[in-house]
Protein backbone atom coordinates (compact mmCIF):
# COMPACT_ATOMS: atom_id res chain seq x y z
CA UNK A 1 0.00 0.00 0.00
CA UNK A 2 1.53 3.55 -0.92
CA UNK A 3 1.35 6.25 1.38
CA UNK A 4 -1.40 8.68 0.90
CA UNK A 5 -3.69 5.89 -0.51
CA UNK A 6 -5.65 4.59 2.22
CA UNK A 7 -6.42 8.50 3.38
CA UNK A 8 -8.28 11.45 1.30
CA UNK A 9 -8.15 15.08 1.73
CA UNK A 10 -10.53 17.46 -0.11
CA UNK A 11 -9.08 20.98 -0.62
CA UNK A 12 -11.04 23.86 1.06
CA UNK A 13 -9.58 26.98 0.39
CA UNK A 14 -12.16 28.51 2.60
CA UNK A 15 -11.58 26.92 5.83
CA UNK A 16 -7.78 27.60 5.41
CA UNK A 17 -8.67 31.19 5.27
CA UNK A 18 -10.13 30.72 8.43
CA UNK A 19 -7.58 28.57 10.08
CA UNK A 20 -4.73 31.72 8.68
CA UNK A 21 -7.39 34.64 9.94
CA UNK A 22 -7.77 32.80 13.30
CA UNK A 23 -11.46 32.74 13.10
CA UNK A 24 -12.30 29.11 13.97
CA UNK A 25 -10.76 25.25 14.48
CA UNK A 26 -10.49 23.52 11.34
CA UNK A 27 -12.42 20.12 11.17
CA UNK A 28 -9.08 18.59 10.05
CA UNK A 29 -5.18 19.27 9.80
CA UNK A 30 -4.96 21.59 7.01
CA UNK A 31 -1.37 21.12 5.38
CA UNK A 32 0.64 24.21 3.61
CA UNK A 33 4.24 24.94 2.06
CA UNK A 34 6.09 27.37 0.46
CA UNK A 35 6.71 24.82 -2.29
CA UNK A 36 7.66 21.57 -3.49
CA UNK A 37 11.17 21.36 -5.89
CA UNK A 38 10.67 20.54 -9.10
CA UNK A 39 12.50 17.03 -8.25
CA UNK A 40 10.23 16.01 -5.88
CA UNK A 41 7.13 17.17 -7.59
CA UNK A 42 8.39 14.95 -10.77
CA UNK A 43 9.22 11.74 -8.67
CA UNK A 44 5.54 12.15 -7.03
CA UNK A 45 3.52 12.99 -10.44
CA UNK A 46 5.63 9.26 -11.51
CA UNK A 47 5.00 7.24 -8.40
CA UNK A 48 1.27 7.91 -8.29
CA UNK A 49 0.42 8.30 -12.08
CA UNK A 50 -0.70 11.51 -11.64
CA UNK A 51 -0.67 13.08 -15.07
CA UNK A 52 -0.52 9.90 -16.99
CA UNK A 53 -3.10 10.84 -19.28
CA UNK A 54 -2.65 14.40 -19.93
CA UNK A 55 -1.05 15.47 -23.05
CA UNK A 56 2.26 16.70 -22.84
CA UNK A 57 2.19 19.01 -26.01
CA UNK A 58 -0.50 20.61 -24.24
CA UNK A 59 0.48 24.58 -24.06
CA UNK A 60 -1.20 24.37 -20.24
CA UNK A 61 0.28 21.21 -19.43
CA UNK A 62 2.30 22.18 -16.41
CA UNK A 63 -0.42 24.11 -14.90
CA UNK A 64 -2.94 20.87 -15.36
CA UNK A 65 -0.02 18.64 -13.72
CA UNK A 66 0.10 21.64 -10.88
CA UNK A 67 -3.55 20.79 -10.17
CA UNK A 68 -3.27 17.48 -10.01
CA UNK A 69 -0.60 16.89 -7.81
CA UNK A 70 -1.83 19.16 -5.50
CA UNK A 71 -4.88 18.33 -5.30
CA UNK A 72 -3.86 14.75 -4.82
CA UNK A 73 -1.33 16.06 -2.00
CA UNK A 74 -4.16 17.77 -0.32
CA UNK A 75 -3.56 21.58 -0.36
CA UNK A 76 -5.80 24.01 -0.69
CA UNK A 77 -3.11 26.28 -2.28
CA UNK A 78 0.08 25.75 -3.74
CA UNK A 79 2.70 28.45 -5.38
CA UNK A 80 2.81 28.82 -9.24
CA UNK A 81 5.80 31.12 -10.02
CA UNK A 82 4.68 33.66 -12.34
CA UNK A 83 7.44 35.69 -11.82
CA UNK A 84 11.11 34.22 -11.54
CA UNK A 85 13.47 36.22 -10.37
CA UNK A 86 15.95 35.84 -13.25
CA UNK A 87 13.25 36.72 -15.33
CA UNK A 88 12.60 40.43 -14.02
CA UNK A 89 15.97 41.79 -11.69
CA UNK A 90 19.31 40.89 -13.80
CA UNK A 91 20.92 39.49 -10.78
CA UNK A 92 24.05 37.27 -11.17
CA UNK A 93 24.33 33.70 -10.31
CA UNK A 94 27.10 31.07 -9.30
CA UNK A 95 26.89 27.70 -10.15
CA UNK A 96 27.58 25.29 -7.84
CA UNK A 97 27.70 21.40 -7.71
CA UNK A 98 24.39 19.74 -6.18
CA UNK A 99 24.75 17.62 -3.68
CA UNK A 100 21.36 15.84 -3.28
CA UNK A 101 22.49 12.35 -2.62
CA UNK A 102 19.24 10.44 -3.87
CA UNK A 103 19.87 9.97 -7.88
CA UNK A 104 16.14 10.34 -9.01
CA UNK A 105 15.76 13.63 -7.19
CA UNK A 106 18.98 14.85 -8.14
CA UNK A 107 19.66 18.51 -11.00
CA UNK A 108 22.91 18.80 -11.92
CA UNK A 109 23.79 22.13 -10.24
CA UNK A 110 22.10 24.52 -8.08
CA UNK A 111 22.72 28.36 -8.32
CA UNK A 112 24.14 30.42 -5.51
CA UNK A 113 23.57 34.17 -5.77
CA UNK A 114 26.72 36.35 -5.54
CA UNK A 115 27.52 37.64 -2.38
CA UNK A 116 30.54 39.88 -3.23
CA UNK A 117 29.02 42.69 -6.11
CA UNK A 118 26.01 42.83 -7.82
CA UNK A 119 24.92 44.56 -10.83
CA UNK A 120 24.98 48.27 -8.79
CA UNK A 121 27.61 49.21 -7.11
CA UNK A 122 27.63 53.18 -7.57
CA UNK A 123 24.35 56.04 -8.48
CA UNK A 124 25.55 55.59 -12.36
CA UNK A 125 24.63 52.13 -12.17
CA UNK A 126 21.90 52.87 -9.85
CA UNK A 127 21.13 55.16 -12.77
CA UNK A 128 21.84 52.84 -16.30
CA UNK A 129 19.55 49.49 -14.50
CA UNK A 130 16.75 48.33 -16.33
CA UNK A 131 13.99 48.50 -13.63
CA UNK A 132 11.01 46.26 -14.40
CA UNK A 133 7.95 47.07 -14.35
CA UNK A 134 4.65 44.90 -13.68
CA UNK A 135 3.60 45.72 -16.93
CA UNK A 136 5.98 43.58 -18.59
CA UNK A 137 4.80 40.91 -16.94
CA UNK A 138 3.08 37.49 -18.72
CA UNK A 139 -0.21 37.40 -17.23
CA UNK A 140 -1.35 34.14 -19.05
CA UNK A 141 -0.70 31.61 -16.62
CA UNK A 142 -2.33 33.95 -14.21
CA UNK A 143 -5.83 34.19 -16.39
CA UNK A 144 -5.70 30.63 -17.15
CA UNK A 145 -5.77 29.49 -13.08
CA UNK A 146 -8.87 32.16 -13.06
CA UNK A 147 -10.70 30.35 -15.60
CA UNK A 148 -9.45 26.70 -14.59
CA UNK A 149 -8.55 26.74 -11.47
CA UNK A 150 -11.18 24.39 -9.14
CA UNK A 151 -13.25 27.08 -7.24
CA UNK A 152 -12.28 24.80 -3.60
CA UNK A 153 -8.43 26.02 -4.37
CA UNK A 154 -6.08 28.95 -4.59
CA UNK A 155 -3.24 29.80 -6.19
CA UNK A 156 -0.34 31.95 -5.07
CA UNK A 157 3.33 33.02 -5.89
CA UNK A 158 6.22 34.87 -4.15
CA UNK A 159 6.67 38.47 -3.60
CA UNK A 160 7.91 41.03 -1.43
CA UNK A 161 11.51 39.90 -1.44
CA UNK A 162 13.47 43.13 -0.56
CA UNK A 163 16.11 42.42 1.63
CA UNK A 164 17.06 39.52 -0.24
CA UNK A 165 16.74 41.72 -3.44
CA UNK A 166 18.86 44.53 -2.67
CA UNK A 167 21.67 41.74 -1.16
CA UNK A 168 21.40 40.26 -4.34
CA UNK A 169 21.65 43.87 -6.74
CA UNK A 170 24.70 44.95 -4.46
CA UNK A 171 26.05 41.66 -3.38
CA UNK A 172 25.29 40.88 0.16
CA UNK A 173 29.43 41.83 1.69
CA UNK A 174 28.71 45.55 -0.47
CA UNK A 175 25.42 46.25 0.69
CA UNK A 176 26.88 45.75 4.23
CA UNK A 177 29.37 48.57 3.66
CA UNK A 178 26.95 51.01 1.80
CA UNK A 179 24.49 50.78 4.11
CA UNK A 180 27.04 52.46 6.68
CA UNK A 181 29.04 54.16 3.61
CA UNK A 182 26.25 55.06 1.13
CA UNK A 183 22.83 54.88 3.05
CA UNK A 184 21.08 56.90 0.66
CA UNK A 185 21.62 54.93 -2.49
CA UNK A 186 20.59 51.92 -0.35
CA UNK A 187 17.15 53.90 0.55
CA UNK A 188 16.93 54.62 -3.00
CA UNK A 189 17.83 51.10 -4.37
CA UNK A 190 14.98 49.64 -1.93
CA UNK A 191 12.08 51.62 -2.78
CA UNK A 192 12.82 51.03 -6.66
CA UNK A 193 12.36 47.43 -5.18
CA UNK A 194 9.72 47.89 -2.38
CA UNK A 195 7.49 50.02 -5.47
CA UNK A 196 7.90 46.81 -7.97
CA UNK A 197 6.28 44.54 -4.88
CA UNK A 198 3.78 46.58 -4.30
CA UNK A 199 2.37 46.92 -7.37
CA UNK A 200 2.96 43.52 -7.77
CA UNK A 201 1.46 42.60 -4.82
CA UNK A 202 -1.77 44.56 -6.19
CA UNK A 203 -1.98 42.74 -9.32
CA UNK A 204 -2.29 39.33 -7.89
CA UNK A 205 -5.31 40.71 -5.93
CA UNK A 206 -6.95 41.40 -8.48
CA UNK A 207 -7.60 37.72 -9.54
CA UNK A 208 -9.98 35.63 -7.85
CA UNK A 209 -8.04 32.66 -7.62
CA UNK A 210 -4.99 34.24 -5.56
CA UNK A 211 -6.90 34.09 -2.16
CA UNK A 212 -3.85 34.94 -0.15
CA UNK A 213 -0.02 36.98 -0.37
CA UNK A 214 2.96 35.59 0.63
CA UNK A 215 5.92 38.01 1.22
CA UNK A 216 9.33 35.63 1.20
CA UNK A 217 12.11 37.70 2.56
CA UNK A 218 15.03 36.01 3.98
CA UNK A 219 16.70 38.48 7.06
CA UNK A 220 18.22 36.08 9.52
CA UNK A 221 20.38 33.52 10.42
CA UNK A 222 21.29 31.00 13.13
CA UNK A 223 22.22 33.54 15.49
CA UNK A 224 20.77 36.55 14.60
CA UNK A 225 18.97 39.05 11.80
CA UNK A 226 21.24 39.40 8.72
CA UNK A 227 21.19 43.37 8.70
CA UNK A 228 21.13 45.66 11.88
CA UNK A 229 17.24 45.21 13.57
CA UNK A 230 17.36 49.26 12.82
CA UNK A 231 18.14 48.86 9.40
CA UNK A 232 15.23 46.71 8.91
CA UNK A 233 12.50 48.59 10.28
CA UNK A 234 13.84 51.81 8.58
CA UNK A 235 14.25 50.44 5.29
CA UNK A 236 13.18 46.73 4.64
CA UNK A 237 10.01 46.46 7.06
CA UNK A 238 8.30 49.54 5.85
CA UNK A 239 7.66 48.04 2.19
CA UNK A 240 6.42 44.67 3.58
CA UNK A 241 4.20 46.67 5.91
CA UNK A 242 2.89 48.58 2.00
CA UNK A 243 2.59 44.71 0.89
CA UNK A 244 0.55 43.59 3.46
CA UNK A 245 -1.61 46.92 3.35
CA UNK A 246 -1.98 46.22 -0.19
CA UNK A 247 -3.46 42.41 0.62
CA UNK A 248 -5.58 43.44 3.63
CA UNK A 249 -7.44 46.23 1.55
CA UNK A 250 -7.96 43.70 -0.91
CA UNK A 251 -9.48 41.05 1.66
CA UNK A 252 -6.78 38.83 1.64
CA UNK A 253 -4.21 37.67 4.72
CA UNK A 254 -0.60 38.27 4.33
CA UNK A 255 1.91 35.61 5.37
CA UNK A 256 5.63 36.22 5.79
CA UNK A 257 8.38 33.21 5.24
CA UNK A 258 11.23 34.44 6.48
CA UNK A 259 14.51 32.73 7.83
CA UNK A 260 17.19 32.99 10.91
CA UNK A 261 16.66 34.12 14.43
CA UNK A 262 14.74 36.82 14.19
CA UNK A 263 13.10 37.75 17.72
CA UNK A 264 14.92 41.19 17.75
CA UNK A 265 12.22 42.14 15.06
CA UNK A 266 9.22 39.69 15.82
CA UNK A 267 6.78 42.23 17.62
CA UNK A 268 7.67 44.40 14.60
CA UNK A 269 6.68 41.90 12.08
CA UNK A 270 3.13 41.56 14.17
CA UNK A 271 2.27 45.14 15.04
CA UNK A 272 3.82 47.49 12.41
CA UNK A 273 4.03 45.29 9.34
CA UNK A 274 0.72 43.66 10.95
CA UNK A 275 1.52 39.77 9.02
CA UNK A 276 -1.55 37.31 9.27
CA UNK A 277 0.90 33.98 9.75
CA UNK A 278 5.04 33.59 10.45
CA UNK A 279 6.27 30.70 8.15
CA UNK A 280 9.92 29.10 8.54
CA UNK A 281 10.98 27.18 11.49
CA UNK A 282 14.09 25.75 12.43
CA UNK A 283 14.71 23.64 15.81
CA UNK A 284 18.07 25.02 16.43
CA UNK A 285 16.80 28.38 16.76
CA UNK A 286 12.98 27.67 17.83
CA UNK A 287 10.60 24.69 17.54
CA UNK A 288 7.33 25.56 16.24
CA UNK A 289 5.55 24.00 19.03
CA UNK A 290 7.96 26.52 21.34
CA UNK A 291 6.81 29.55 18.46
CA UNK A 292 3.24 28.57 18.77
CA UNK A 293 3.17 28.78 21.98
CA UNK A 294 4.51 32.47 21.99
CA UNK A 295 2.97 33.89 19.51
CA UNK A 296 0.24 31.72 18.35
CA UNK A 297 -2.46 34.12 20.30
CA UNK A 298 -1.76 36.89 17.63
CA UNK A 299 -0.63 35.01 14.52
CA UNK A 300 -0.69 31.75 12.56
CA UNK A 301 1.92 29.62 12.89
CA UNK A 302 2.64 27.99 9.60
CA UNK A 303 4.65 24.80 9.10
CA UNK A 304 7.74 24.14 11.40
CA UNK A 305 8.56 20.39 10.50
CA UNK A 306 12.40 20.99 11.24
CA UNK A 307 13.74 20.67 7.79
CA UNK A 308 17.30 18.66 8.51
CA UNK A 309 15.53 16.27 10.98
CA UNK A 310 12.88 15.40 8.14
CA UNK A 311 15.74 14.33 5.94
CA UNK A 312 17.81 12.31 8.22
CA UNK A 313 14.94 10.42 10.40
CA UNK A 314 12.93 7.05 10.33
CA UNK A 315 9.30 7.05 9.57
CA UNK A 316 8.09 5.79 13.14
CA UNK A 317 10.25 9.44 14.10
CA UNK A 318 8.34 11.19 11.98
CA UNK A 319 4.96 10.14 12.61
CA UNK A 320 5.65 10.76 16.30
CA UNK A 321 7.07 13.78 15.91
CA UNK A 322 3.91 15.00 13.51
CA UNK A 323 1.68 13.82 16.36
CA UNK A 324 3.34 15.57 19.54
CA UNK A 325 3.12 19.04 17.23
CA UNK A 326 -0.55 18.77 16.56
CA UNK A 327 -1.07 17.58 19.80
CA UNK A 328 0.38 20.83 20.82
CA UNK A 329 -0.20 23.39 18.13
CA UNK A 330 -4.35 22.13 17.01
CA UNK A 331 -5.14 23.24 20.71
CA UNK A 332 -5.60 26.51 19.48
CA UNK A 333 -6.20 28.12 16.68
CA UNK A 334 -3.94 29.18 13.34
CA UNK A 335 -1.94 26.23 13.05
CA UNK A 336 -0.96 24.76 9.19
CA UNK A 337 0.87 21.12 9.07
CA UNK A 338 4.21 21.51 7.09
CA UNK A 339 7.95 21.83 6.29
CA UNK A 340 10.23 24.14 8.73
CA UNK A 341 11.12 25.51 4.66
CA UNK A 342 10.78 23.88 1.53
CA UNK A 343 10.28 20.03 0.25
CA UNK A 344 13.89 20.38 -0.59
CA UNK A 345 15.11 17.91 -3.74
CA UNK A 346 17.54 16.61 -0.77
CA UNK A 347 14.43 15.32 1.55
CA UNK A 348 13.71 11.81 0.43
CA UNK A 349 10.43 11.89 -0.72
CA UNK A 350 9.05 9.13 1.72
CA UNK A 351 9.71 11.05 4.82
CA UNK A 352 7.46 13.65 3.31
CA UNK A 353 4.76 11.67 2.52
CA UNK A 354 4.77 10.31 6.04
CA UNK A 355 4.50 13.53 7.32
CA UNK A 356 1.01 13.91 4.82
CA UNK A 357 0.12 10.49 5.87
CA UNK A 358 0.26 11.28 9.50
CA UNK A 359 -1.43 14.69 9.10
CA UNK A 360 -4.45 13.30 7.25
CA UNK A 361 -4.89 10.67 9.87
CA UNK A 362 -4.50 13.12 12.78
CA UNK A 363 -7.99 13.31 14.48
CA UNK A 364 -8.84 15.96 17.54
Known amino acids: MKLLEETKVIPDVDELLDVIRRDRRPKRVHHIELFLDAEIKDVICERYDIAGDLNRSDPFYYMKREIRLHEFLGYDVFRFEFLPHAAHFDIPFVDAGDTTS???QQRGTREWTEEHEGPIQSWKEFENYKWPSVSDIDLLALEWFEKNLPENMGVFDLTAHILEMISFLFGYETMCYKIVDEPDLVGAVAERIGRFYVDYTKLMCGFDCVPLVWGSDD?????????????????????????ADAAHERGRPYLLHNCGNLEAIMENFIEDVGIDGKHSFEDSIMTVTEAF??????????????????????ESSIRKRVRETLDVCMQGKGYCLGTGNTV???????????????GRRYSF
Open 102 to 104: IGS
Open 293 to 314: KKYGGRISILGGIDVDFLCRSD
Open 219 to 243: MGFKTSTLASPDFLRKTVLPWHKAC
Open 344 to 358: ANYMPVENYLVMLDE
